[in-house]
């Protein structure tokens, strides 16, 4: 049975809002001892930020559990007709519930009401189960890439005009 509830936020995400998101953020994405172990909350915050700023049709989904958040997607326009699904998480205690399918079951139908015909989004190729997520979803992999020439990336589209 599902105990979480879903809250929508349009364009950037505020206040306690964006507090909590980054919060989660940093607790789902600790930084990492080889890329900046050092990063604070406040340079979480600021990069998130300015990776948002002057972004149209942001969308935030927030998954809440007795009042906790617990998992968060987050995307934007990335040019007409396509979204990109950016980032999102969920807490480890929570995983294997259903609400990564949720979220995006409803990051998808809002997309599609708001004509948008192709959905993109990049994983670590190591991430076998938000890959198996995505291809479950609808998206191909249509491509891949070296980020920072160290890890390989999966770019994947979904397009909304077509049944999955």
């Given at each position: 049975m599902k105990?979480?509830?879903?809250?929508?936020?349009?364009?950037?995400?505020a206040g306690e809002t964006f507090c909590e998101l980054v919060d989660l953020n940093l607790s789902i994405?600790?930084?990492?001892?080889?890329?900046?172990?050092?990063?604070?909350?406040e340079d979480r915050a600021r990069g998130l930020r300015?990776?948002?700023?002057g972004r149209r049709h942001i969308l935030t989904l927030l998954a809440?559990?007795?009042?906790q958040l617990v998992a968060f997607k987050l995307g934007f326009m990335e040019r007409k007709y396509y979204f990109e699904s950016w980032q999102g998480g969920v807490v480890a205690q929570m995983r294997r519930r259903g609400i990564s399918s949720e979220l995006m079951e409803r990051?998808?139908?809002w997309c599609a009401a708001k004509g948008f015909r192709i959905?993109?989004?990049?994983?670590?190729?190591?991430?076998?189960p938000m890959t198996i997520l995505n291809l479950r979803h609808g998206f191909r992999i249509v491509g891949t890439f070296f980020d920072r020439g160290q890890n390989l990336k999966l770019t994947l589209q979904?397009?909304?005009d077509v049944a999955s």
């Open positions: 105990g979480w509830k879903i809250k929508s936020v349009e364009g950037m995400p994405f600790p930084p990492s001892s080889k890329a900046d172990p050092e990063k604070s909350r300015e990776h948002l700023e809440y559990e007795g009042g990051q998808h139908a959905i993109t989004t990049i994983t670590d190729s190591e991430n076998v979904k397009r909304l």
